[in-house]
């Protein structure tokens, strides 16, 4: 069983940048591949970003690449999602997830473990 948290969600001036973390429990982490999801207001959840065990193979949605980079630190349990240049359209509920397998992964169902999710509001 994974459980995990995300903080590091608020609000920010649109060109500002925020920082993400996902604390997980559990002794598997370092060996599970994790992604980040988002959720904007009347839609629904899209893929964010991915990154595998290793951190060496990072994916990215388009609408994020080179503004957002993910990372992870197995030693403390935690991934990361750096976000600059954020954009109102940024805003959204943002969730890291957890992939009980060895392959990077964009599609939400083939994530087994959630966390409860940090919300970002970018303002103009």
């Known amino acids: 069983q994974v459980q995990l948290l995300e903080s590091g969600g608020g609000l920010v001036q649109a060109g500002g940048s925020l920082r993400l973390s996902c604390v997980a429990s559990?002794?598997?982490?370092?060996?599970?591949?994790m992604g980040w999801f988002r959720q904007a207001p009347g839609k629904e959840r899209a893929f964010v970003a991915a990154?595998?065990?290793?951190?060496?193979?990072?994916v990215y949605a388009d609408s994020v690449k080179g503004r957002f980079t993910i990372s992870r630190d197995n030693a403390k349990n935690t991934v990361y999602l750096q976000m600059n240049s954020l954009k109102p359209e940024d805003t959204a509920v943002y969730y890291c997830?957890?992939?009980?397998?060895?392959?990077?992964?964009?599609?939400?169902?083939?994530?087994?473990?959630w966390g409860q999710g940090t919300q970002v509001t970018v303002y103009s």
């Open positions: 997830a957890a992939h009980v397998g060895t392959v990077v992964r964009r599609l939400q169902d083939e994530y087994n473990y």
């Open positions: 559990g002794r598997t982490f370092r060996s599970y591949p």
């Open positions: 990154i595998n065990w290793s951190g060496d193979n990072l």
